[in-house]
Every structure is written in C-alpha cells, then in structure tokens.
C-alpha cells in the first residue's frame, strides 16, 4: 500500500499522551505483547513523565498526525545505561492497528534515524518480533541488519515467540571517534 500522503511527524506532546496509550494497550491486548496485564501498562501520568524525563535528556518522542490525529508513535532510549553505551539508543515504533501498511512507520522511523543522527548518536538498535515480517521488511529498507536472532524470549499466544536484533549505524558510524564530552562545570 503507498504511504498516506498527509501524514506529519513532530514531537509529542503531553495531549498526545491518551492516543500514544490507546495504541499501546491495543497493541498490548491484540498485538506482538499479547499476555501483559493491563495494570503492567502505564497509566497517563507516567507517560508524560517518562516523555519529558526522554526529551529532558535528548532522546526524540515523536509522533505521526494524520487529519489531526495521533496514528502513530516512537522513540528511543539508551540502549545500556553504562557511559561507554551513550552513543547507542534503542528504539521502539508502535502504529495504530486501523493504519498499518499506511506508510506510518516508514515516516516515523526515518524521522527518528534523521533526529538521533543530529544529536550525535551512532548506533541505532531494535528487537522485532520474527514473526513481524512487515516490520522486519521496514528496517531492512532502512539499512539496518540483522545481528541477532534471540529464539523462545516471549511467550505469546500460547507459544514461544523468537526476536530479531537489529542494528543500523548513524551519521558517521563508527568510522570516527565520538566528538569530546563537554567540559564539566
């Protein structure tokens, strides 16, 4: 399906926040994370703080609009929290069910590679259900690779359920050292 042409990526903001988690909890009780409680889904409040505590801290919360509604959403966050892992972000995408094939996560995953090569990160790294051949097929058209195939991690509709790492690097990779630190004051 060709991607909808009116759709608008742009940071989150706190109004976003009950459409970001209608998303999540359908795709918690339908979707790839079939099995979690509900009471294991963060409720508003801890959205939002969760989505400043990220921007706070560089790391993009984006969303995708289309005719003014919230269809989509992604962001990232620090894929180990050891200092020597602080040019690596993990990533996670999450599109709306009635707008999938539409595009949506075309548009937010270039958005988010494009944001966090701006901002010095150089390693962009993912955990795709093996089972999601759409969403592996979107990250192989962005240049990302396949560094790991972890089987029997979830369990999901009654079975084990393998993932697929994911890595694409950014900017200029590892090609050239990091730019330094700033100085501390």
Not at 78 to 84: E, G, I, N, T, V
Request: hydrophobic share 35%; charged share 25%; proline share 7%.
């Amino acid at each position: 399906m060709e991607a909808h042409p009116g759709i608008t990526v742009r940071p989150s903001r706190d109004q976003d926040v009950e459409d970001m988690l209608a998303i999540y909890r359908h795709h918690i009780r339908r979707g790839i994370e079939e099995g979690v409680e509900d009471g294991d889904t963060p409720d508003p409040d801890d959205l939002r703080e969760r989505r400043k505590n990220l921007r706070t801290r560089r790391y993009p919360h984006l969303v995708a609009i289309i005719d003014g509604r919230v269809v989509g959403y992604a962001y990232v966050v620090l894929f180990r929290k050891r200092p020597a892992y602080r040019y690596a972000v993990k990533h996670s995408i999450y599109v709306h069910h009635d707008q999938l094939g539409r595009g949506i996560g075309r548009a937010l995953l270039g958005e988010l590679i494009d944001t966090c090569a701006a901002a010095g990160f150089r390693q962009m790294i993912g955990y795709v259900d093996a089972d999601n051949a759409a969403s592996l097929g979107l990250h192989d058209a962005f240049g990302f690779k396949r560094v790991a195939h972890l089987p029997a991690v979830a369990w999901r509709y009654g079975r084990w359920a393998d993932s697929v790492m994911v890595q694409r690097s950014l900017g200029p990779g590892s090609t050239a050292p990091p730019p330094p630190l700033p100085l501390s004051r």
